[in-house]
């Protein structure tokens, strides 16, 4: 008997949390079915899949920004793509990738998840561009046979589109495998903070460094990623003076060495679904400050695994860090709770249980 064919459709392939979620699929789940993958771009995704015999497909009219013509482009390539592939299921991932994916798969009568990797349509997007999203995202709910949000909180997002979204919307947090940790030749002589994110407006690199800039004491802090705005960051860097506190790691294909040595994880962010970094760093032993938006606060549980603040109120950020950097016996047991946490909710294990239960659950729809 063949094995069902599920086609992956992405907008991005560099290296983030939406990517890395695909990237376990795909890895973990092709001797099982037969999987596909098609990227707006090149980059880490499609080189992992291709490293796993994958059959790939670069889609260059596939952009994230909006395009009238380059989306049509993209829909059309893609139409054709499925036309040859025939795949049993199509399972889009972003929004970009998620609005042509489900026209097209309901253009050619195929079955379709989409995961919702964090809503464009969530609290601390501009307003304009939540109502336009929104807009969009509500004509779909009809063509998707199951929508996938890695929270709750998108999950109650996501019921807003309609009466049909509830029967038809499931929550999977998002899991990580497990790695070890040797934290043995830590630097003691100060407390290490670290910020694994991407340097664009999402991530309100801004909020953390003015919260820093308020810290006393001896410390440093890390910020980990690459993007649009490191331009901005080392302004504020020479701004602040902070230059002696903030070390910059824009190329990092491996975060594991770097949270091994840290003491404290933070994210700044003005949105999120369920961050992955967060994740690593709860699975690391790490306490975590973040801002309380999106699904953060499902994975870090306010005074137990970490302390959760408002988005972009630098004053509150910056208390909740010196909370943290004077006292590492707290220190410690949060980050103990967060490993535990971890384990309990987020590991790679039950995210593919609860995919492949979704996957089957669609191919026996008639």
């Not at 040859?84 to 009568?109: C, F, I, W």
């Not at 080392?234 to 002696?244: A, D, G, P, S, V």
Request: proline residues 3%; glycine residues 6%; contains cysteine.
């Amino acid at each position: 008997m063949s094995r069902p064919h599920i086609f992956q459709l992405i907008t991005h392939a560099r290296k983030g949390g939406a990517q890395a979620h695909v990237q376990a699929l795909l890895a973990n789940m092709h001797d099982r079915y037969q999987m596909s993958l098609a990227c707006g771009e090149e980059g880490y995704l499609m080189d992992q899949a291709a490293r796993l015999g994958i059959n790939t497909y670069y889609l260059p009219e596939l952009i994230r920004l909006p395009s009238p013509l380059r989306d049509r482009q993209a829909y059309r390539r893609l139409v054709t793509i499925l036309q040859r592939e025939n795949p049993d299921l199509l399972h889009t991932h972003s929004t970009k990738a998620g609005v042509l994916g489900r026209q097209a798969a309901s253009r050619l009568g195929i079955k379709n998840v989409y995961t919702a990797h964090g809503w464009a349509f969530a609290e601390g997007i501009p307003l304009l561009q939540r109502m336009a999203a929104f807009t969009v995202e509500r004509a779909l709910v009809k063509k998707t046979h199951k929508i996938i949000t890695v929270s709750h909180y998108d999950e109650r997002l996501a019921l807003r589109l309609g009466h049909h979204a509830a029967s038809r919307t499931v929550t999977i947090h998002n899991g990580i495998p497990d790695i070890s940790y040797n934290r043995a030749n830590r630097n003691t002589q100060q407390v290490r903070l670290v910020c694994v994110a991407r340097f664009v407006r999402q991530k309100n690199h801004a909020c953390l460094l003015e919260a820093v800039a308020r810290l006393n004491g001896h410390f440093g802090l890390q910020l980990v990623g690459e993007g649009p705005l490191i331009g901005n960051i080392n302004r504020k860097l020479n701004r602040r003076t902070l230059r002696e506190k903030v070390t910059l790691l824009p190329r990092c294909n491996d975060v594991i060495p770097v949270l091994s040595q840290a003491d404290i994880f933070v994210l700044s962010s003005d949105w999120e679904g369920l961050p992955i970094s967060v994740l690593e760093a709860m699975r690391a032993g790490l306490p975590v400050v973040a801002t309380n938006v999106g699904g953060v606060s499902e994975a870090v549980v306010h005074g137990s695994n970490g302390l959760l603040v408002q988005r972009n109120d630098d004053t509150a950020l910056a208390e909740m860090l010196e909370t943290l950097t004077q006292d590492a016996t707290e220190r410690e047991a949060m980050g103990k709770a967060g490993r535990q946490r971890y384990m309990e909710h987020f590991t790679l294990d039950k995210m593919l249980r609860d995919t492949t239960r979704v996957y089957e659950e669609v191919l026996a729809q008639s």
